[in-house]
């Protein structure tokens, strides 16, 4: 054989083994993600990682585990694909040599590489000459800042040149992760993110950090912190399943679970640095064993296909549900303009009718007429039923209009109000059934039918004139607060009006402002409308769940680690829980009970708008007025405490701060109140989190070490993801009048 053959032989051999190698490095390490719509996103080329662990110091305790942290994070990342150096307990000098490596030699000239520093060691927070924080990682020979100041600031590693190392990078994305405390101003933090689906935005350039907690937070040698971060990484932390986990939902995972499992000793923070230019995208994990499709144009076709033909056959199954409503509907009809049925039972069917097809159609809104019908037929035969026998005087029916006026006196029967309304110096004396009104009150009544010379004989009283009528004119409601027998609830009216909502100055914000754009004042106006006297208790929960046999929705329910009785707040549901028991009120009784908007509580909580801090009898927070966490305040209940344990609000509504928290009806988004006015806002129209509002037994003033972000405010915005259940978490009930 030639050599010239030979040499080309072995040319060809290199080049195949070259790009058989270069495949298996973008099958192993490269990443090009897929967006939500199936559109391929070329991310990066492969993914590096520098891995420190601090565990003996010199000058300061030593941290045995960290080494031990860093060892497991950096087999972890290597399943992951990473390629991933290892440094532990490196002296100041060295420190800075692996950072200026990072700057100039692992990121200088691959843009297409995916960046990971992660440390584990002591932290420290400085406050500069004009109050502004500056954080520090310790490498192992660095002085104690009160015992050598000098020193300290010689090897101590600030936040300002960990920014300056992020910003000599040229790769696209980076993620700093530091397994120690300390805050700065130099970061943006994101405080509440809904964690997005994959899109073409995510590309764009980044440098974002997670630290394990804020300042002067302690974080122990066994690291809670590792343990969340090795169990996001496996997986834990993809909220989408779909294969990716990015940088966002790696800090919302661990600012959830972190708190947590801490019980609120630990705060994680993450965000991005102060850069426009460098604050858009999202650093993205894929994990193993995860192979992303790009669905082929044939193979799509056929995806619509399946999709079209899945809608077909539902659309053909709600058509068949629709014709029997119809028909049922119809019948009931005939029935309701007959003889053969009894006032009662006239009633009962148009219930039955209703609880038979509660269902929304999707494709229809003709059922939705139909029960509007029913509902009104419902109330018409049960006003109906609820007519007196009449053994005196003469009917008489009277002209449909409204009656209306001032109440000036009233009676009770037992079975009916008889109350005297004035109107341009004339009274009239109406009856309906048992309904609590005042002297005073304006109110406007339906028409009726008229008796003469009628005597009630449980008043032994006779009336040359009464008017009988079944309640409050349609669009009226009796301002009044009430009790609902259906579950021994009771009801606060809260005559709406115009606020402002937001962190404002009464908030205790004034020096440190409202940085967060969820929390900003803005105008709100509010309609009327009733709130829960109380948060829904473990013994109303309970006849939902025996009347219905609802089995719940949501994430596993966690195991209840104290005792509760029925006049707790029912905790350990998740908002699709509390809906559902606010659609089965409703139902039972023919009202509009919902949870409330997170407009409606603030407005509530603050006493019709008031500018207060918190949500209680005074505005303020003591042991006597909130149940809550115990590193300030601590009263008789470690966890929850029976409803009504503290004083009302002005108000009249119990634990609006404190006890559990309260799902409210709102999608979170942090920017839904950039606007400067708002009539009757009812939140984003959609979302990955709902709105959490009060804070509960478990947090308390300092619950985050920014006083804005107290969790007790009555300002304060919480969310958790709507399937989410905890052991802090309940509801309570609003109506519509």
Known sequence: MSKLFKSIILVVCLFTIQMNS??????????????????????????????????????????????????????????????????????????????????????????DRALLLYFAGHGETTELANKTPLGYIIPRDCPRQDEDPEGFYKKAVSMQKIQEVASLVKSKHMLMIFDSCFSGSLFKLNRSPAPAYITEKIARPVRQFITAGEAHEQVPDMSIFKKCLIKALEGDADYHKDGYITGSELGMYLQNKVVEYTRKQQHPQFGTINDPDLDEGDFVFKLPGFEETVPKPEEEDKRFDTIANEREQEKRKWDEWQDAMEARYRRNQELDKGNNLTVSEK???????????????????????????????????????????????????????????????????????????????????????????????????????????????????????????????????????????????????????????????????????????????????????????????????????????????????????????????????????????????????????????EAEWEFAARSRGQKVMYGTKTGDLSHDLANCGDTVVKDRWEYTSPIGSFPANPLGLYDMTGNVWEWCSDWHDNYYYNHDFFDNPKGSENGSFRVLRGGSWSDNEHSHSNFVDDYLHADYRGMNLPNNRSNDSGFRVARTP
């Open 22 to 111: 270069l495949h298996l490095f973008a099958a192993s390490r490269g990443l090009t993600v897929v967006s939500k719509e199936g559109k391929s996103i070329d991310l990066y080329k492969d993914y590096h990682a520098v891995v420190i662990g601090v565990s003996d110091y010199d000058y300061w305790p030593d941290l045995p585990n960290a080494v031990k942290d860093a060892q497991e994070v950096r087999t972890q990342l290597e399943k992951m694909g990473f390629t991933a150096e290892l440094h532990l307990n490196p002296n100041a000098e060295n420190l800075n040599s692996i950072l200026a490596n990072i700057s100039f030699t692992l990121g200088r000239n691959e843009r």
């Open 347 to 597: 009633a009962q069917m148009w219930g039955q009718f209703l609880a038979n097809y509660a269902a929304n159609n999707p494709y229809s809104d003709s059922d939705d007429k139909m029960r509007d019908d029913a509902k009104g037929r419902v109330g018409y035969w049960k006003g109906q039923h609820s007519r007196p026998l009449v053994t005196e005087g003469s009917l008489h029916d009277i002209p449909k209009t409204s009656l209306s006026g001032k109440v000036v006196e009233t009676m009770d029967s037992g079975e009916y109000t008889y109350l005297c309304i004035e109107r341009d110096g004339k009274k009239t004396w109406f009856a309906m059934p048992n309904t609590k009104v005042s002297v005073g009150q304006e109110i406007s009544l339906k028409p009726g039918y008229e008796m003469v010379n009628f005597t009630s004989k449980t008043l032994n009283r006779t009336f040359d004139k009464l008017i009988f009528t079944t309640g409050p004119l349609s669009g009226q409601h009796i301002t009044e607060n009430y009790i609902e027998p259906v579950v021994d609830m009771e009801f606060v009216f809260v005559k709406g009006g115009e606020f402002e909502m937001g962190c404002g100055n009464w908030a205790g914000d004034i020096e440190q402002g409202c940085p967060d754009e969820g929390k900003r004042v803005h105008r709100v106006r509010l309609d009327d409308f009733y709130m829960g006297k109380y948060e829904v208790t473990v013994g109303q929960w309970k006849r939902f769940i025996q009347d219905t046999g609802y089995k719940g929705k949501g994430m596993a329910e966690p195991k209840l680690k104290f005792p509760q009785d029925d006049t707790h707040p029912v905790v350990c549901v998740s908002w699709y829980d509390a809906k559902a028991f606010c659609d089965w009120l409703s139902q039972k009784t023919g009202k509009k009970y919902r949870l409330p908007t």
